[in-house]
C-alpha cells in the first residue's frame, strides 16, 4: 500500500497524467497560462457563494489555493478546506495559506472529509479532469450538510468544437477526461442526487452551475 504524499493516486492513467502536469505547472500556474481558465471563473464563483450562508467550504481540485485565499479574505472565520491530486500545487497552496485552511493531497473520488462536514462546496476548472465524474458528485453530496450548495466552474464549448476536443482529450498530456454540455453537467449533478438552482454562461469560455444538497 503506497503511504507517502507523492505517491498515491497514480494507478489511473488520467490522474497520473493530471498529477504529472500540475506539479510542473506549479511553480507559474498563479500567472501563466496554464492557469488563466480558473482565474477567469474565480469572479463569478466568488460572486455565487456571495447568495449563500456558509461557515465552511472545501474547495475541490483547489490547486494553489488562490481561491481558498480569496473566500477566507472576505469571511476569515470560514472553516476552510482544500483537496487537489498535486502535490506540487499543494506546496505552494500550504506556503500561500498557512494555518487558515487544511488543504490535503486527495482524490475528489475518495474525499477525505467526514460526512455532513461542510456547508459549502467549490470546485473550479478542475472537473473535467475526473475519469468517474458521478463519484466525484456523490463524493461532494455526502461531505455536503443537508441543505448545502456546490458551486461548480468549468469550461463551456460550442459544440462542434466540444466534439473535436473530446475525441481527442484523453491523448492530450494534462490528464483531461471530457468537456461537458450544459445538459451533461446539469444530467451528472442531478443523477448525484442535487438540486439545480442555477445553470449560466460565464464569459465565452465558462458555465457555472449551482446545487444544493436536498434539505430532507
Not at 101 to 109: H, L, T, Y
Amino acid at each position: 500500500m503506497r503511504t507517502t504524499e507523492d505517491d498515491r493516486l497514480t494507478d489511473d492513467p488520467y490522474k497520473q497524467k493530471s498529477q504529472a502536469a500540475y506539479n510542473r505547472y506549479a511553480p507559474q500556474y498563479d500567472t501563466g497560462v496554464s492557469g488563466r481558465h480558473a482565474r477567469w471563473l474565480h469572479a463569478p464563483v466568488l460572486a455565487a457563494l456571495e447568495e449563500l450562508d456558509f461557515a465552511s467550504v472545501l474547495d475541490v481540485g483547489c490547486g494553489t489555493g488562490v481561491l481558498l485565499e480569496k473566500i477566507i479574505a472576505v469571511r476569515p472565520a470560514t472553516a476552510a478546506h482544500g483537496i487537489d491530486l498535486s502535490p506540487g500545487m499543494l506546496a505552494v497552496a500550504r506556503e500561500r495559506l498557512g494555518e487558515s485552511a487544511d488543504v490535503r493531497v486527495a482524490d475528489a473520488e475518495a474525499l477525505p472529509l467526514a460526512d455532513d462536514a461542510v456547508d459549502a462546496v467549490v470546485c473550479v476548472d478542475s472537473f473535467h479532469h475526473y475519469p468517474l465524474p458521478g463519484v466525484a458528485l456523490i463524493e461532494m453530496r455526502r461531505v455536503l450538510r443537508a441543505g448545502g450548495a456546490l458551486v461548480l466552474g468549468e469550461w463551456r464549448v460550442p459544440a462542434p468544437i466540444r466534439r473535436l476536443m473530446n475525441a481527442v482529450i484523453g491523448r492530450m498530456p494534462d490528464g483531461d477526461v471530457r468537456i461537458y454540455s450544459r445538459t451533461e453537467i446539469v444530467g451528472l449533478a442531478l443523477a448525484a442526487g442535487f438540486d439545480v438552482v442555477h445553470w449560466s454562461k460565464s464569459g465565452r469560455r465558462g458555465q457555472l452551475l449551482v446545487c444544493r444538497r436536498p434539505a430532507g
